[in-house]
């Protein structure tokens, strides 16, 4: 078996990888190939959401997709995310909430919070918010200031 | 060129299991994917939905298929309404089904039931078509599948049958689809007040210990009542429904169908729970989930006139 050619759109630009197997995951097409290290490995099981990219714009966990069900749909990750004035907000908001600790997480949080962010005018409350971050673990803050992280960068965007 | 190289060491330090490699084939047409699936050895090729359960076993070697078949460019990426029975197309992301306002006022137990799997960019990708050909014990949604009366659209070299979904299912990844055949959606025949509740021990991407569906459909025997988290799979409780005699049973009759529910289910002990945890649950979450059901009635109309 022959590993072909797979083309992306990834952060705004068409990347063209030569051979990636069948069965890559896009995590690891984003991470070793493309070099877009900020999304993280956690668990590889669906179970933490560290890996959270956009995938046609939607929260989507790149370690249980495989590289070539993609398509043609966009590719967001983290580094595209903080290019952005939503993403750059959630980002500070974190920061200044202290919501950062050893930041493994951070990334996953940040693409699933800016995707919600982004979606409409008026962003929904705080509490739905949170609910929409339910499949991100983190081991180091007990979460409540990624709680007043969300606060905030619901407050800065409004 | 460097990062390939520390891609191979990263690999190589990978558990065993995770080093796979299979060759993924991605037919445009759901007669050129049944063809594919004939064609195809035992055992060799694997049907990809979402995802979210296959690729695990395949990492965890508990499938080791030389081929995957993907579903990605089958036309079953819908949801539809006809009249009031709801039609999802087997691909259809649950986060679709999830985000759409009409099913959760009209059938809000599927509603609940979807919003328990995993989390949403898990369902982002996640499907109903999996999660039946998974038929996964603990699963959320099969319970509330049975309870609605869910009929399921299988195509197959033969063309398309519909069965309900209690006769699909058979026991842990084991349906009894033929090899070549595709679940291409699913019809849930009536808009239904109706619940899901669940145990776990965490409440997000855990397993659930127990699973309890209710539902009041337009169709006699109108109650139903399903149990998830029992062996070898999801079932109906038809003694239980059978002490329900009307649209709004008294605390007396709720309790009643509890207690024969908690009865008559087959629980085993897991590591999850005792099979007596399993049952004293039951019979609470039953108990709670008709009064909910019932709560989610249309209220009757006081002031109409009875019509004899
Ligand atoms: C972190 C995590 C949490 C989870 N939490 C839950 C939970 O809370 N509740 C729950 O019920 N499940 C849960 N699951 C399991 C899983 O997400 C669901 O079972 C999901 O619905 C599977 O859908 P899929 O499209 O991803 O299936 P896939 O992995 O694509 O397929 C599953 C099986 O079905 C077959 N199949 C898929 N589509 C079709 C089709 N159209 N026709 C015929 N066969 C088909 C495949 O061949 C495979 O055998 C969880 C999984 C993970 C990883
Ligand atoms: S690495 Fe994808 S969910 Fe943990
Ligand atoms: S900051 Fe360390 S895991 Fe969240």
Same mark, same amino acid.
């Given at each position: 078996?022959?590993?072909?050619? !797979?083309?992306?759109?990834?952060?705004?630009?068409?990347?063209?990888?030569?051979?990636?197997?069948?069965?890559?995951?896009?995590?690891?097409?984003?991470?070793?190939?493309?070099?877009?290290?900020?999304?993280?490995?956690?668990?590889?099981?669906?179970?933490?959401?560290?890996?959270?990219?956009?995938?046609?714009?939607?929260?989507? !966990?790149?370690?249980?997709?495989?590289?070539?069900?993609?398509?043609?749909?966009?590719?967001?990750?983290?580094?595209?995310?903080?290019?952005?004035?939503?993403?750059?907000?959630?980002?500070?908001?974190?920061?200044?909430?202290?919501?950062?600790?050893?930041?493994?997480?951070?990334?996953?949080?940040?693409?699933?919070?800016?995707?919600? !962010?982004?979606?409409?005018?008026?962003?929904?409350?705080?509490?739905?918010?949170?609910?929409?971050?339910?499949?991100? !673990?983190?081991?180091?803050?007990?979460?409540?200031?990624?709680?007043?992280?969300?606060?905030?960068?619901?407050?800065?965007?409004? | 060129?460097?990062?390939?190289?520390?891609?191979?060491?990263?690999?190589?330090?990978?558990?065993?299991?995770?080093?796979?490699?299979?060759?993924?084939?991605?037919?445009?047409?759901?007669?050129?994917?049944?063809?594919?699936?004939? =064609?195809?050895?035992?055992?060799?090729?694997?049907?990809?939905?979402?995802?979210?359960?296959?690729?695990?076993?395949?990492?965890?070697?508990?499938?080791?298929?030389?081929?995957?078949?993907?579903?990605?460019?089958?036309?079953?990426?819908?949801?539809?309404?006809?009249?009031?029975?709801?039609?999802?197309?087997?691909?259809?992301?649950?986060?679709?089904?999830?985000?759409?306002?009409?099913?959760?006022?009209?059938?809000? =137990?599927?509603?609940?039931?979807?919003?328990?799997? =995993?989390?949403?960019?898990?369902?982002?990708?996640?499907?109903?078509? =999996?999660?039946?050909?998974?038929?996964?014990?603990?699963?959320?949604?099969?319970?509330?599948?049975?309870?609605?009366?869910?009929?399921?659209?299988?195509?197959?070299?033969?063309?398309?049958?519909?069965?309900?979904?209690?006769?699909?299912?058979?026991?842990?990844?084991?349906?009894?689809?033929?090899?070549?055949?595709?679940?291409?959606?699913?019809?849930?025949?009536?808009?239904?007040?109706?619940?899901?509740?669940?145990?776990?021990?965490?409440?997000?991407?855990?397993?659930?210990?127990?699973?309890?569906?209710?539902?009041?459909?337009?169709?006699?025997?109108?109650?139903?009542?399903?149990?998830?988290?029992?062996?070898?799979?999801?079932?109906?409780?038809?003694?239980?429904?059978?002490?329900?005699?009307?649209?709004?049973?008294?605390?007396?009759?709720?309790?009643?169908?509890?207690?024969?529910?908690?009865?008559?289910?087959?629980?085993?002990?897991?590591?999850?729970?005792?099979?007596?945890?399993?049952?004293?649950?039951?019979?609470?979450?039953?108990?709670?989930?008709?009064?909910?059901?019932?709560?989610?009635?249309?209220?009757?109309?006081?002031?109409?006139?009875?019509?004899?």
């Amino acid at each position: 078996m022959t590993d072909a050619a !797979l083309a992306l759109h990834i952060n705004g630009q068409s990347r063209r990888f030569a051979s990636v197997p069948d069965a890559e995951r896009l995590l690891d097409t984003l991470r070793w190939r493309a070099g877009l290290k900020g999304t993280k490995e956690g668990c590889r099981t669906g179970d933490c959401g560290a890996c959270t990219v956009l995938v046609g714009g939607e929260p989507t !966990l790149s370690c249980l997709l495989l590289s070539r069900e993609v398509g043609d749909e966009p590719v967001t990750t983290i580094e595209g995310v903080a290019a952005v004035p939503i993403g750059q907000a959630v980002i500070k908001a974190f920061a200044e909430a202290g919501a950062v600790q050893c930041g493994y997480c951070t990334p996953g949080f940040v693409v699933a919070l800016a995707a919600q !962010l982004g979606r409409s005018k008026s962003p929904p409350d705080v509490e739905s918010l949170v609910d929409g971050l339910e499949g991100n !673990l983190c081991r180091c803050t007990g979460y409540r200031a990624i709680e007043r992280a969300v606060a905030l960068a619901r407050k800065a965007v409004q | 060129m460097s990062s390939l190289v520390a891609h191979r060491k990263a690999i190589n330090r990978r558990p065993v299991g995770v080093r796979v490699s299979f060759q993924l084939v991605q037919p445009a047409t759901p007669e050129e994917a049944v063809r594919l699936l004939a =064609g195809a050895s035992a055992g060799q090729m694997s049907v990809l939905g979402g995802g979210t359960d296959l690729l695990i076993d395949i990492d965890q070697a508990r499938a080791s298929p030389r081929q995957v078949l993907s579903l990605r460019k089958m036309p079953w990426r819908y949801l539809r309404w006809e009249g009031s029975s709801l039609v999802v197309g087997s691909t259809l992301p649950l986060r679709t089904l999830e985000l759409d306002r009409r099913v959760q006022q009209q059938l809000p =137990g599927l509603w609940e039931a979807i919003r328990d799997v =995993g989390s949403p960019a898990l369902r982002a990708r996640a499907t109903l078509g =999996g999660n039946v050909g998974r038929c996964s014990p603990a699963s959320d949604l099969l319970p509330m599948l049975i309870a609605l009366d869910a009929r399921v659209r299988i195509l197959g070299p033969s063309g398309v049958r519909e069965h309900p979904v209690d006769l699909v299912l058979q026991e842990s990844r084991k349906t009894n689809l033929g090899p070549a055949e595709l679940i291409e959606s699913l019809i849930f025949p009536s808009a239904a007040p109706s619940t899901y509740m669940w145990q776990r021990v965490q409440p997000v991407n855990d397993i659930s210990q127990v699973g309890v569906a209710t539902a009041y459909l337009p169709d006699a025997p109108h109650w139903r009542i399903a149990l998830g988290g029992l062996q070898p799979r999801a079932r109906r409780l038809s003694e239980a429904e059978a002490v329900l005699r009307s649209a709004r049973p008294t605390h007396l009759e709720q309790e009643l169908a509890a207690q024969e529910a908690a009865r008559r289910a087959e629980f085993v002990s897991d590591k999850r729970a005792t099979e007596s945890y399993r049952r004293r649950l039951v019979a609470v979450m039953v108990r709670r989930a008709l009064q909910t059901t019932i709560d989610r009635m249309p209220r009757p109309a006081a002031a109409r006139k009875p019509s004899r």
